[in-house]
């Protein structure tokens, strides 16, 4: 299917739309000649886009906005997608958020589209996949709601480019100074930046300015005969490819997420009094009252309460959060206990985290299941108070002090 330019923002809205529908699982191949972008998306939802251009500039950059104390790792997992298994990683490894994380893909997303927005036509190809890393990557992505403002500012871009007559400009040149610009160019900031070394996505981050703004004084110079654009090459991919492992191709079903809205409130404590930072709890129960009454045991006792009433939809919450222990009730109507513990443990983040099923269930099949799943323990609900801060406390290894403060709470 063949697009034109003025066309790519509502054909990319509809399409994404209607492959978020159908849940699907492929790349769509956006290409202009040699040139390629492909967005990767799993269930619907997007994982990551790359082109075949500026790949290791734009990760590069991407990363010093949005995760400038992070070292990503120096291992790739995936030759094809290295830069969504570093994310990966470091998500998983708490050492980024889920919000960093995905703020580099909306970030590379918004930079490849935008250059694909500015040639004449495009040909659109789909191509399905059975691709699944794991249920993690469904929450490692982003639904339609986190599109749609990507897409529009790129729409936003793409007009101003327009209106400024930029048209024949694309922001992965580099401006380099001819003799004439250099005579007259004598600012050693802007020199600094005008030696064909960096695109103009380089220059805008730099200088802490729009990027049509600063294309559009760069395209002035060009006209006056000072600046050239010249093409340059991409950096190095940032590690070898030391063992690439396989994808894993599993028919496991994703979690449904529904619409209902979550109720995910994190209970203030005022740290300044203590020397250490308190516990998070998460309790996950679809009862606001069941909630409510382990709210009223838990923070009096000194810890911070998250509470998720819709466990699949609440899940990058918890990714979000990182919990030191999670309370999980077994029957919620929209939601089964097990599934739901055996889907944590399936999740590099909780792998560790202490799971206490929370439940009047309490038969020995039903504390087998539970172990079975991965749930480190079971209490029969509703809690007694002592007896949970004390489970707690057996999990999370609290001091003798904390512990007193807690049997007293």
């Given at each position: 299917?063949?697009?034109?330019?003025?066309?790519?923002i509502?054909?990319?809205?509809?399409?994404?739309?209607?492959?978020?529908?159908?849940?699907?699982?492929?790349?769509?191949?956006?290409?202009?000649?040699?040139?390629?972008?492909?967005?990767?998306?799993?269930?619907?939802?997007?994982?990551?886009?790359?082109?075949?251009?500026?790949?290791?500039?734009?990760?590069?950059?991407?990363?010093?906005?949005?995760?400038?104390?992070?070292?990503?790792?120096?291992?790739?997992?995936?030759?094809?997608?290295?830069?969504?298994?570093?994310?990966?990683?470091?998500?998983s490894?708490?050492?980024?958020?889920?919000?960093?994380?995905?703020?580099?893909?909306?970030?590379?997303?918004?930079?490849?589209?935008?250059?694909?927005?500015?040639?004449?036509?495009?040909?659109?190809?789909?191509?399905?996949?059975?691709?699944?890393k794991?249920?993690?990557?469904?929450f490692?992505?982003?639904?339609?709601?986190?599109?749609?403002?990507?897409?529009?500012?790129?729409?936003?871009?793409?007009?101003?480019?327009?209106?400024?007559?930029?048209?024949?400009?694309?922001?992965?040149?580099?401006?380099?100074?001819?003799?004439?610009?250099?005579?007259?160019?004598?600012?050693?900031?802007?020199?600094?930046?005008?030696?064909?070394?960096?695109?103009?996505?380089?220059?805008?981050?730099?200088?802490?300015?729009?990027?049509?703004?600063?294309?559009?004084?760069?395209?002035?110079?060009?006209e006056?005969?000072?600046?050239?654009?010249?093409?340059?090459?991409?950096?190095?991919?940032?590690?070898?490819?030391?063992?690439?492992?396989?994808?894993?191709?599993?028919?496991?079903?994703?979690?449904?997420?529904?619409?209902?809205?979550?109720?995910?409130?994190?209970?203030?404590?005022?740290?300044?009094?203590?020397s250490?930072?308190?516990?998070l709890?998460?309790?996950?129960?679809?009862?606001?009252?069941?909630?409510?009454?382990?709210?009223?045991?838990?923070?009096?006792?000194?810890?911070?309460?998250?509470?998720?009433?819709?466990?699949?939809a609440?899940?990058?919450?918890?990714?979000?959060?990182?919990?030191?222990?999670?309370?999980?009730?077994?029957?919620?109507?929209?939601?089964?206990?097990?599934?739901?513990?055996?889907?944590?443990?399936?999740?590099?983040?909780?792998?560790d985290?202490?799971?206490?099923?929370?439940?009047?269930?309490?038969?020995?099949?039903?504390?087998?299941?539970?172990?079975?799943?991965?749930?480190?323990?079971?209490?029969?609900?509703?809690?007694?108070?002592?007896?949970?801060?004390?489970?707690?406390?057996?999990?999370?290894?609290?001091?003798?002090?904390?512990?007193?403060?807690?049997?007293?709470?």
């Amino acid at each position: 299917m063949n697009i034109l330019s003025a066309q790519l923002i509502t054909y990319l809205q509809q399409e994404l739309n209607r492959l978020y529908e159908q849940k699907a699982t492929g790349e769509l191949i956006l290409s202009h000649g040699n040139i390629s972008t492909t967005i990767f998306l799993l269930a619907g939802r997007l994982q990551y886009i790359t082109d075949g251009m500026y790949r290791v500039r734009r990760w590069q950059r991407c990363i010093s906005v949005h995760c400038p104390d992070w070292t990503p790792p120096t291992t790739i997992v995936n030759s094809q997608l290295w830069e969504y298994d570093f994310l990966y990683q470091g998500l998983s490894q708490k050492e980024i958020t889920l919000n960093q994380a995905k703020s580099v893909i909306k970030a590379v997303a918004e930079e490849c589209l935008s250059e694909l927005a500015l040639v004449p036509q495009i040909k659109a190809e789909w191509v399905d996949h059975d691709r699944v890393k794991s249920t993690f990557s469904y929450f490692l992505s982003l639904s339609l709601p986190e599109i749609h403002p990507v897409l529009t500012e790129i729409d936003k871009l793409h007009q101003q480019w327009h209106k400024n007559g930029l048209d024949k400009l694309r922001p992965s040149l580099a401006p380099n100074l001819l003799e004439k610009g250099k005579i007259t160019i004598n600012n050693v900031a802007q020199q600094k930046y005008l030696n064909g070394k960096f695109t103009i996505w380089d220059i805008a981050l730099k200088l802490k300015q729009p990027m049509p703004k600063v294309a559009h004084s760069l395209i002035t110079w060009q006209e006056k005969g000072l600046i050239e654009f010249k093409k340059i090459d991409d950096l190095p991919t940032p590690v070898q490819v030391v063992q690439q492992k396989k994808e894993s191709h599993t028919t496991q079903k994703l979690p449904a997420v529904n619409s209902i809205e979550i109720e995910s409130n994190l209970d203030t404590f005022d740290e300044s009094n203590n020397s250490e930072k308190p516990y998070l709890i998460a309790c996950i129960d679809d009862s606001a009252i069941v909630i409510h009454n382990l709210r009223t045991i838990l923070v009096p006792a000194g810890f911070q309460v998250l509470s998720i009433n819709e466990p699949m939809a609440g899940f990058g919450k918890l990714i979000e959060h990182k919990p030191d222990l999670i309370l999980l009730d077994l029957n919620m109507p929209n939601a089964n206990g097990y599934s739901i513990c055996k889907f944590l443990r399936e999740t590099p983040v909780f792998v560790d985290t202490p799971i206490i099923i929370l439940t009047a269930q309490d038969s020995s099949i039903d504390r087998t299941r539970a172990k079975l799943v991965g749930a480190n323990d079971f209490i029969n609900k509703p809690p007694e108070a002592q007896a949970l801060v004390a489970l707690i406390h057996r999990y999370l290894k609290l001091s003798k002090k904390n512990l007193k403060n807690l049997a007293t709470a």
